[in-house]
């Protein structure tokens, strides 16, 4: 929890690195998952750094797999993905790797342009057997259309010599038809077979049709079994056609439309033998093409096995180089020590698990000479690291979605993991609901080995699965404020019985037989001592529930809102004490004063109110809401809430006052404590001196006992520093001797040397000195931003009141209209003696079922979904406006560390 209250100290720090070593011992630092580096070769081009060629080699590699992946995955084989550990390649196997990957997809590449031309071939000679098969019923169709043209023919000819010739011979059976066909069509007509895609054929019909002006017959037929298409694999549905013309310049045309079609055309015998014989030969070569390509496939098939089980580990070993190499181009090279020397940011309790990790990488090398890291000082803000599980992840990144914090700052997750829950909550109280959630939640909690086995693509249920602690305890608290307003889908339960008797008011039976509203007077009915826990049951079923109800709510979101803003101001505390110390006078006393006595007040006024006015003095109680208001307009009061009026009436001039005195102390205290300060020469002095102590001593952090760590210093430094490092400060620091070497006693925080926050990414960013008029304009800003904040934050804390009054209405609506109206109606059945009674039974038992699956999907719909999003989005806002901006800035940058684990991660 220290931790995460506050993200980790951090340090930067300057690695030398021989460069025999560099490679392993950043595969180390990859392992281990805890170092940020930072570029230091900005303005060199990514083209122009050392090792852009290897990483070149990665990306080539990386491509490779990717095709083997495609393949494998086209092939419907699954990809075996080991569990166990995958150690990052020496660099003597990039060979090695680059061999086997162009080997496979050389191979793979060969076979499947192989197997795409032996397809192509398939395909074809499929198609010639087709048309082949075909054509002889197209053949005896065109014999028909010679006969009937020559009959036209010669009617013409007769027409024109006065009848003088003779008749046209008729033909007496079907085979006189075929070779009077075979005759007319080798000696008058031409005709040219294919196949086409369906889709296309009938636009090639009107095609040929207008290009040959009507002078051609076109037959043709689909093909039944659908044909597999060589390049894409999909499958295409095509017709055999044939079309029969006169003429060479008709011809020519024809064959031109088929190539804008992309028509296959193929060799087609006149004759019915020759096409047989034809035909006989393409089915032999296409049992020989089968046979072919069944071997192919069956090799292609084992080669993608074995690259399936291998894969994986392929993947990561390259993802794992690539990301190394790339890091490596962040280093400086010296040229004259052979050495890359490099900076990063580290947490420092971890310190020494990455000089064990530096010492194996260059025990793994070979190398002879160490690898050194060292803590260098710096001006710029550090980037922002808190370690968090599974459990707290969720609402960390609940957090960070609004802003990071800065570095050191409090940070707002672990009161999130039990605030936000708590007020989603007192939107949503029904401990019904509340149940269906924590079993859903609880599903996913009890679920997560195996679902986090399995690669989900759908980003929704990536969300909800990521944040299953959250609905789970959102639904724990929705439990426990259910039982609070005894409220489950609607209904009250009495489990310590009430205590209103109704007995008590002694109503006569002839009142009681009447239809009227009763109401029980407290002074008889009620026992005097309160439900045990919760409302009591009777308000369920009152008439004035609301009046009731709405009241309590109302002064509870206002309560809990002040309580949760003042909490807020309190913990802007520690960040003062951190980063600013000048605040807590000039910031955090005055608006905890401002806060704590308007509305802190209130709050006082509710309680006072409770208790001191009992169902019996409700006639007499003050309204809350004229006193509040009385006392901005300084008004005598007439019904006190206190015993005394003028007691009364002399704290809220009091607190009038001390308010009014805390907006000049908000405005002007800050800037004017930051102007004589820097004014001062005393103070400049000091400054200079703790910049050097901070920036020579504080910035080193002892990470073994009786370890000792070497600073470089001029001499001036040395000496000023050893003159003023004599004394211990209150953190526990370690004193440094005069020859500039400091001996560590115990742990120092590795704080940054200025407040204020450094450039982007950290880079540079020293102390901005402003001007009085500049800290003035901004501080007046600050101060009416809390003082209205204040006011409009507590009446946005009132959505708690308005969500739960809506959620129970709804519900209540729901139960009513669907549940008791449905269940009425099924219950009107006949009287027993009917021989209808049976029927009706059953009919109303699948009604029963009808309702109650309605009822249940319109309280999952509208009531889970719809109602719990829009209480999450509303618990968000109070958590990241009302609470948040009272002491958090959220202007920090995440600690992005060089880790294989995400990287892996996030490619895959």
Not at 428 to 447: E, I, K, P, Q, R
Not at 705 to 731: N, T
Request: net charge negative.
């Amino acid at each position: 929890m220290g931790s995460l209250f506050q993200s980790e100290r951090m340090c930067q720090a300057q690695l030398f690195l021989q460069s025999e070593a560099a490679y392993n011992c950043l595969a180390e630092l990859g392992e281990l998952g805890m170092v940020q580096f930072r570029d230091l070769n900005e303005n060199i081009s990514a083209f122009q750094r050392k090792y852009v060629n290897d990483v070149r080699k990665c990306d080539e590699m990386e491509r490779k797999l990717r095709y083997v992946e495609k393949e494998v995955k086209a092939a419907e084989i699954t990809i075996t993905e080991g569990q166990g550990y995958i150690p990052s390649p020496l660099p003597r196997e990039l060979i090695d790797l680059e061999a086997t990957f162009e080997k496979i997809e050389s191979e793979l590449r060969e076979v499947n342009q192989n197997r795409e031309v032996l397809q192509r071939n398939y395909l074809e000679l499929t198609e010639h057997n087709h048309v082949l098969c075909n054509t002889d019923g197209f053949f005896v169709e065109s014999s028909h259309f010679a006969v009937k043209a020559d009959e036209i023919y010669h009617q013409e000819q007769d027409s024109d010599t006065g009848g003088a010739s003779g008749s046209y011979k008729r033909f007496s059976n079907e085979s006189d038809i075929e070779s009077a066909a075979n005759v007319q069509s080798a000696t008058t007509l031409g005709f040219m077979a294919g196949a086409i895609h369906r889709e296309r054929i009938h636009a090639f019909e009107q095609m040929l049709w207008r290009i040959c002006r009507g002078n051609v017959f076109i037959r043709y037929s689909e093909i039944l079994m659908p044909l597999s298409d060589p390049h894409t694999g999909d499958e295409v549905h095509k017709y055999v056609f044939i079309v029969f013309y006169q003429g060479e310049q008709i011809g020519i045309r024809i064959r031109k439309v088929c190539e804008g079609f992309r028509a296959t055309l193929y060799t087609c015998p006149p004759k019915k033998a020759d096409r047989a014989a034809m035909a006989e030969g393409v089915s032999n070569r296409l049992s020989d093409l089968t046979l072919v390509l069944n071997e192919m496939q069956a090799h292609r098939q084992r080669i993608l096995n074995n690259a399936a089980g291998n894969l994986w580990a392929w993947f990561v070993k390259v993802r794992k180089m690539k990301a190394i190499f790339h890091t490596l181009n962040l280093f400086d090279i010296d040229v004259t020590r052979g050495a890359l020397i490099g900076e990063c940011w580290c947490p420092v309790a971890d310190l020494e698990n990455i000089r064990i990790a530096l010492s194996r990488g260059t025990e793994r090398s070979g190398s002879t000479l160490p690898s050194i890291i060292d803590i260098v000082p710096t001006t710029s803000e550090l980037p922002t690291f808190n370690r968090t599980n599974k459990f707290t992840s969720g609402f960390q990144e609940m957090v960070d979605a609004y802003g990071v914090a800065n570095y050191r700052e409090v940070n707002p997750a672990p009161f999130t993991i039990i605030t936000f829950p708590f007020l989603f909550a007192v939107m949503f109280g029904d401990s019904g609901h509340g149940l269906l959630m924590t079993l859903f939640a609880a599903a996913l909690v009890f679920g997560e080995r195996r679902l986090l086995s399995k690669k989900h693509d759908n980003e929704m249920f990536s969300i909800v699965f990521g944040g299953r602690y959250i609905i789970l305890l959102m639904g724990l608290f929705s439990i426990y404020t259910g039982f609070l307003y005894n409220d489950t889908f609607s209904k009250s339960m009495n489990i310590f019985g009430s205590e209103w008797n109704a007995c008590a008011m002694n109503y006569s039976h002839d009142l009681l037989q009447e239809n009227i509203t009763l109401q029980l007077d407290p002074k008889y009915a009620f026992t005097g001592s309160p439900y045990p826990f919760g409302m009591d049951p009777i308000w369920q079923v009152a008439e004035n529930k609301l009046n009731f109800l709405n009241p309590f709510k109302m002064r509870l979101s206002i309560i809990l809102g002040i309580c949760h803003m003042f909490f807020g101001v309190s913990l802007s505390l520690v960040n003062h004490i951190n980063r600013d110390p000048t605040g807590i006078p000039a910031a955090f006393i005055p608006q905890v004063l401002f806060l704590g006595l308007l509305f802190g007040y209130l709050v006082f006024l509710i309680f006072i109110k409770w208790f001191r006015f009992d169902s019996l003095l409700t006639e007499t109680a003050p309204n809350l809401i004229e006193t509040y208001i009385g006392m901005f307009l300084m008004q005598n009061i007439d019904n006190p809430v206190f015993e005394k009026a003028s007691t009364q009436n002399a704290v809220q001039i009091c607190i009038l006052v001390i308010a009014l005195i805390c907006i000049p102390w908000m405005l002007f205290m800050k800037p004017v404590i930051k102007s004589f300060t820097k004014r001062n020469p005393t103070y400049l002095q000091g400054k200079k001196k703790l910049s050097l102590r901070f920036a020579r001593i504080l910035m080193q952090r002892r990470v073994q006992e009786d370890e000792v760590v070497e600073i470089v210093m001029s001499e001036d430094e040395a000496s000023e520093g050893a003159a003023y490092g004599r004394r211990e400060d209150s953190i526990g620091n370690s004193s440094l001797e005069k020859d500039g070497n400091l001996s560590s006693d115990n742990s120092v925080s590795a704080e940054p040397i200025s407040n204020t926050r450094g450039g982007g990414g950290g880079h540079g960013g020293g102390e901005k000195e402003d001007s009085l008029g500049e800290q003035l304009v901004l501080q007046a800003i600050h101060t009416i931003e809390f003082c209205l904040g204040c006011i409009s934050n507590t009446a946005s804390y009132l959505r708690l009141w308005a969500l739960s009054l809506a959620h129970a209405e709804l519900s209540e609506v729901l139960w009513t209209m669907v549940m008791q109206n449905g269940i009425g109606l099924v219950t009107l059945y006949p009287d027993k003696q009917s021989p209808m009674t049976v029927v009706w039974l059953i009919v109303g038992g699948f009604a029963m079922f009808s309702v109650f699956a309605f009822w249940a999907a319109l309280t999952i719909g509208i009531l889970l979904l719809m109602e719990g999003l829009s209480a999450f989005l509303h618990a968000l806002r109070l958590h990241w406006v009302e609470f948040q901006n009272k002491f958090y800035t959220g202007e920090g940058y995440l600690f992005q560390p060089f880790s294989f684990k995400k990287i892996v991660e996030q490619e895959e």
